[in-house]
């Protein structure tokens, strides 16, 4: 609803906090964007920009663009950068790591000013500055501080957010997202150094060198060209590893970088890696800001996001699709279906696009099955939200295992300590939403690293005439069947969220006695590991940190036979609990909820078994996922009660 313009004053605590506004902010834009709201009498929505702060977290910041102190603007973004750059200065020096922060953006509006602001705040204090003046994908940042042994380093990226976002994402020295207790004494000193130091960007607006020399710390260059050479040197080393082919990779796809920085890298790696030409989506494949062709730039979204893609691969005839997020640190995938499977898609479409889970089942089998003899201690990780086959797969194969918290800064940091603390060499982490490392080129999350994995595994599947959904169902006949069901409500009130979790916990009428429940309507609770409070009778999870900061809550949930349709079906499978995880968005104002429902065939069974899976197992699962998720969200996630 519009506002409607009133005579009324502005309250003492609003009038307040405008004057705090305009004292500390000389952008003229975000200046005046505060003072028509003052003219406007805007009361209401005054307090929205001014009366909360961002808060700095493990995920940096990430929200809307716009003045005001809840938003991302030149003024947050110096407050963040002052706050970030203290910090460093605040530790105890180290002779491994220099005096020098890596520094990139996106294509985001506001992106490449909110990196000179970056960029003139460490100058201000001395530092080294390698500046990415071009846009770049996110990957480039870890990998520089690396290389470089910087200090830490910033992404202005808001990945794939809505077009009205911004984000400042931040690696420590060691090229993996910042974790406790980074996060807290960052935002610490944030607080303390609100008063700009700088407002001046001139320098990054002139020439720069491409080399530091022997300099370890105040320069200012773009090494842009250096690290471009030198990721793509290590990605190709790591990936020759796997290759088995003494001809190129064949196969007919397109590819969209979502509006994002994606193409040119994509396009490298091909190259790099001797991989087949692909077909872009034409109107996606440009850098821009608006992303006029997606409401949501996330190929996680499904085919409304991926829209544009099918229509492009049905005029190339092209049997599959690669796709990144904007940001490039994200990979999906999508293929066309064989008539042999088109009768048990649902839906009746001839694409099928490919989970999260789905694709790292498939990529952590592949690379076990290449790397396993070939590195010393191979090991894999994944998070408590996804799928727990990567789990099976390894179990089964012999290699070391690790599940994390949410997040690549948990999964970086594992795999770091795999190779410090017990010799590991991680071959391998992903999590369910769509993000996949291969290899340590960085200890992150890279889209255009898996474009090079997930084209040779396609590309070995072409050679040998096998799809890759007889490749899955294969995983999925030696492993078992895990099937999944992840989604999320939308919630912005945060007091609606934390009651609705106290709901679940028991809590009534003020108290903080535990009462978790022991059923989800027809679905036996069997064990409960709450990772908010620290309540934990699962067995599992027992190295997880317990944090009161976000919500976190999985259970294991019976399967009453009544739920199942297919009686029949009861006497040659045995189902494993429901495991059903339940926890907020670090990122986006969201209640998320995963779920992972394992079937194997039983050893006596002497029948078909693709058959039985395609036919019988695989709608079985969703069935029975589908009443649980009804059942969930008209109980526990009811944010209407």
């Not at 040659?572 to 990122?587: A, F, N, Y």
Request: glycine letters at 8%; charged letters at 25%.
């Amino acid at each position: 609803m519009p506002h409607q313009m009133t005579t009324a004053p502005l309250s003492d605590r609003v009038q307040s906090l405008v004057s705090e506004w305009l004292e500390l902010d000389k952008d003229e834009a975000t200046r005046n964007e505060i003072e028509a709201l003052v003219n406007d009498r805007n009361e209401d929505e005054l307090k929205k920009r001014l009366a909360s702060k961002l808060e700095f977290g493990t995920a940096g910041l990430r929200a809307a663009m716009g003045a005001g102190f809840s938003r991302l603007n030149p003024l947050t973004i110096l407050q963040a950068s002052q706050g970030l750059c203290q910090y460093i200065l605040d530790q105890p020096t180290r002779s491994d790591v220099h005096k020098t922060i890596v520094i990139g953006h996106d294509h985001r509006h506001n992106s490449e000013r909110f990196a000179k602001l970056t960029a003139a705040v460490f100058r201000k204090k001395g530092f080294g500055v390698y500046y990415y003046r071009q846009i770049v994908h996110t990957p480039l940042v870890p990998f520089g501080v690396l290389k470089f042994k910087a200090a830490a380093g910033i992404m202005i990226t808001a990945s794939h957010n809505p077009r009205e976002d911004n984000g400042y994402k931040v690696y420590w020295s060691n090229g993996c997202q910042i974790i406790p207790p980074h996060d807290e004494g960052i935002a610490k000193c944030i607080e303390q150094n609100r008063v700009a130091w700088t407002w001046d960007t001139s320098e990054m607006d002139g020439q720069l060198r491409e080399s530091a020399g022997a300099a370890k710390s105040d320069f200012l260059i773009d090494p842009f060209e250096e690290v471009k050479q030198a990721y793509f040197e290590a990605v190709k080393t790591w990936h020759q590893r796997l290759v088995q082919r003494s001809s190129a990779v064949q196969f007919n796809y397109v590819y969209t970088a979502m509006h994002g920085v994606g193409l040119n890298p994509a396009l490298q790696v091909c190259r790099v890696l001797d991989l087949p030409s692909f077909a872009p989506v034409s109107v996606q494949a440009k850098p821009d800001p608006d992303f006029p062709t997606v409401t949501f730039p996330n190929p996680e979204e499904g085919k409304g996001a991926l829209a544009e893609s099918i229509n492009e691969a049905d005029r190339q005839k092209a049997s599959y699709i690669f796709a990144n997020d904007p940001d490039a640190d994200r990979f999906a995938f999508a293929a066309r279906i064989p008539d042999a499977y088109k009768g048990s898609n649902e839906d009746g479409s001839v694409w099928k696009i490919f989970t999260g889970n789905e694709i790292g089942a498939m990529i952590g089998a592949f690379l076990i099955e290449r790397l396993k003899h070939q590195v010393e201690k191979p090991a894999v990780i994944t998070t408590c939200v996804s799928s727990q086959m990567l789990g099976r797969i390894a179990k089964v194969e012999e290699v070391i295992y690790e599940e994390t918290l949410t997040g690549f800064k948990w999964m970086g940091n594992a795999a770091q300590d795999l190779q410090s603390k017990v010799g590991a060499t991680p071959i391998f982490a992903y999590e369910e939403a769509i993000g996949f490392m291969c290899g340590t080129t960085v200890y992150d999350k890279d889209g255009i690293s898996c474009f090079g994995v997930f084209s040779e595994l396609l590309g070995s599947l072409e050679a040998a005439n096998k799809t890759i959904f007889a490749y899955l169902d294969g995983l999925y006949l030696k492993y078992g069947y895990f099937g999944s069901m992840n989604h999320y409500v939308i919630c912005k009130d945060v007091n609606k969220i934390a009651k609705q979790f106290d709901g679940i916990r028991g809590f009534t009428d003020g108290s903080k006695d535990f009462k978790y429940p022991t059923n989800l309507g027809v679905f036996q609770v069997v064990s409960v590991r709450d990772l908010h409070s620290g309540f934990n009778n699962s067995g599992t999870g027992l190295n997880l940190p317990v944090s009161e900061a976000s919500e976190n809550l999985r259970v294991e949930l019976q399967v009453p036979h009544e739920v199942v349709d297919d009686k029949e079906i009861l006497n040659v499978v045995e189902m494993d609990p429901i495991v059903l995880t339940i926890r907020t968005s670090g990122t986006e104002p969201k209640i998320k909820y995963y779920s992972d429902f394992a079937i194997n065939i039983k050893q006596d069974f002497k029948g078909d078994k693709l058959q039985l899976l395609n036919e019988r197992i695989k709608p079985m699962a969703n069935q029975v996922l589908s009443v649980m998720v009804r059942e969930l969200k008209s109980s526990w996630l009811n944010l209407e009660q």
